[in-house]
Every structure is written in structure tokens, then in C-alpha cells.
């Protein structure tokens, strides 16, 4: 990692690429998942929130643990790069097809050796 330091009103910093940073950012983002909804009286979870923040937390972890942004994610997957960023809200629901096309992508980027 390239890096510089510098201080500046006695306080000091450390330069990193931009590279460096967009990973240090992805990386910071495990520690934020999007929370689970919270289950009703009877300890349901309602079906479709409860599956769309699964997915969020699964997808953002498996994103940062292979060490890509969403940018490259979303181009290994052949989506675009706002439905990656929709899907780690937790907000949206991915179709099948987009999911396995995640899912392929994200397989391939932790073992560049499997080309299918």
C-alpha cells in the first residue's frame, strides 16, 4: 500500500490512493450491515423484509471478503453498478437472474481460476 503522511494544525494523516481508500470504505461497510426487521408479537419476522436484508448482509460481506467495490462487482456480473448499491440497501428485491449472475461473479473473483 502507497501511502504518505503529513500533519497539518498538529494533528496527523496518512494520504492513500483512491484505490486504497474505495477498499478501506468497503471494508468499513461489513460493520454497518443493514439490520433484520424485527419479528411480531408471535417471533415472525415478516418474509419478504426479513429476505431482502438477508441478501443485503450476505451480498456486502461476500462483496468486501472477495475485495471488490460494488463498481467491480457490478461489472463481473453484467449489472449495473446502482442495482448492486440497491441490493446492499436492503431496500430492493434482485430477481433470480440477477442473484445468480451475483452469485457466479462473486464465485469467480474468490478463485480467478474458475472461469465458469
Not at 2 to 8: E, F, Y
Amino acid at each position: 500500500m502507497d501511502k504518505a503522511n503529513i500533519s497539518l494544525g498538529g494533528a496527523d494523516y496518512v494520504i492513500v490512493s483512491r484505490e486504497e481508500f474505495d477498499r478501506l470504505t468497503s471494508l468499513a461497510k461489513i460493520g454497518n450491515l443493514p439490520p433484520l426487521p424485527t419479528p411480531d408479537a408471535e417471533g415472525n419476522y415478516p418474509a419478504i423484509e426479513y429476505g431482502r436484508a438477508s441478501l443485503a448482509r450476505k451480498l456486502i460481506t461476500e462483496r468486501v471478503n472477495a475485495g471488490l467495490s460494488q463498481n467491480e462487482l457490478a461489472k463481473l456480473a453484467g449489472v449495473r453498478e446502482e442495482t448492486i448499491c440497491r441490493l446492499e440497501t436492503g431496500k430492493h428485491t434482485a430477481s433470480v437472474a440477477t442473484v445468480d449472475k451475483i452469485a457466479i461473479a462473486l464465485k469467480r473473483a474468490r478463485n480467478p481460476r474458475n472461469k465458469r
